[in-house]
């Protein structure tokens, strides 16, 4: 018999998910690129082996969905000033140097992994949108604290 | 007796065209949607009203100010490029989702015999009202961007949730109820946070 898949199982597996991985990661930004990363760039299917392994993948995928796009929707609706400070924390919680973050975030892009799947289109280009200017602040900001005059 | 007899006749015959007539009311009602499987999922995926902070967002002064702040010409320029693209994409937005909402909306209506007259023209004039707004919003944002317009923006988006949600209560009990679930399932994934 197929298992059913509840409303409560989803939400244990979502407390499971908060308390033993996201409130490891201090930023946003990292709390998001994280649930990105279990995502498969092919399927777009979430997985996550532990989750998995207390729950169903079933369940552990529509958890890892949700959370996602609650952290996505978190992010990209929030004050610029905010978002900018989120970006700060996590370029420099990353063990490397922050203008070589800057640099190929600004080239690469890494970040458009980051959007939902099903995240509405305009939402997910404000999150592009302040992303580039957040990036651009920060840098100025680096550039300044490098080189002071 | 036999001068009553065609008042009777006459007064059964009436009473079976009132029930007939109830009785196609109730089915055309009830199948008013039923003939557009796909409208319906087009109605709740693509007519959904979009997030309330976003157009708060879009077109609120905080980030503006914030941006000001910086003092960085170029920076300033890029931030007004973008604000007014995203303005002109939501307004878009709304708009298209509107005329979503009509069509289903027509297209249902042409095959339904118990219009209600006066909730179909509330209905036309919140959607010609929505068109009107939305081209004095996208006047506005392409002569000077996005700003202090939040309060029209918010107008605009209070009659487009009006139109949805005047559309959806023609929807037969059930198909309202599956599509009010599915639309609480989405909203809920969207705006708990």
Redesign the interface.
């Known amino acids: 018999m197929p298992l059913r898949l509840t409303r409560m199982d989803v939400e244990a597996a979502r407390e499971d998910l908060k308390n033993r991985t996201l409130s490891h990661i201090g930023s946003r930004f990292g709390r998001l690129l994280c649930l990105a990363s279990t995502r498969d760039y092919s399927t777009g299917t979430y997985c996550h082996d532990g989750l998995a392994f207390r729950f169903s993948e079933e369940v552990a995928a529509r958890a890892l ?2 959370a996602h ?3 996505f ?2 992010l990209a ?1 929030r ?3 905010d978002f ?1 400070g989120e970006l700060e924390l996590y370029i420099h919680s990353v063990p490397a140097k922050p203008e070589e973050i800057i640099r190929v975030w600004q080239k690469l892009e890494p970040y458009r992994v980051a959007i939902p799947i099903d ?5 997910a ?2 999150f592009l ?1 302040n992303v ?2 957040a990036l ?2 920060v840098a ?1 900001a680096e550039s300044r604290r490098n080189y002071p005059h | 007796m036999s001068a009553a007899l065609p008042f009777l006749v006459l007064g059964l015959l009436l009473i079976v065209l009132l029930i007939l007539s109830a009785v196609w009311r109730h089915r055309f009602t009830a199948t008013r949607y039923e003939s557009f499987q796909d409208d319906r999922f087009f109605a709740i995926r693509h007519a959904e009203p ?2 309330p ?2 157009a708060a ?2 077109f609120g002064p ?2 503006r100010e ?2 000001a702040k ?1 003092g ?1 010409a170029s ?1 300033k320029r ?2 007004c490029r ?2 007014k ?2 303005g002109l ?2 307004l878009r ?1 709304v708009r298209a989702n509107a005329d979503r909402l009509m069509r289903i909306h027509n297209r249902a209506a042409g095959k339904n015999f118990g219009l209600e007259p006066l909730l179909e023209l509330k209905i036309l004039a919140e959607y010609f009202a929505i068109h009107a707004i939305c081209q004095i919003l996208a006047l506005a944002i392409c002569v000077r961007g996005p700003n202090n317009l939040s309060r029209m923006v918010a107008y605009a988006g209070g009659l487009s949730d009006q139109l949805h949600e005047g559309i959806k209560q023609l929807l037969p009990a059930e198909l309202a109820a599956e599509n009010g679930s599915s639309q609480v399932y989405l909203k809920s ?5």
């Open positions: 969905a949700e796009r609650e952290e929707m978190g609706l004050p610029l000033e900018v995240s509405d289109r305009i939402t280009a404000l949108a580039k200017i651009a602040i100025m | 979009l997030p902070a976003l967002r879009l905080e980030d914030f941006i910086q960085c920076l890029l931030f973008q604000r693209e995203l994409c939501w937005s994934g969207r705006t708990r946070s």
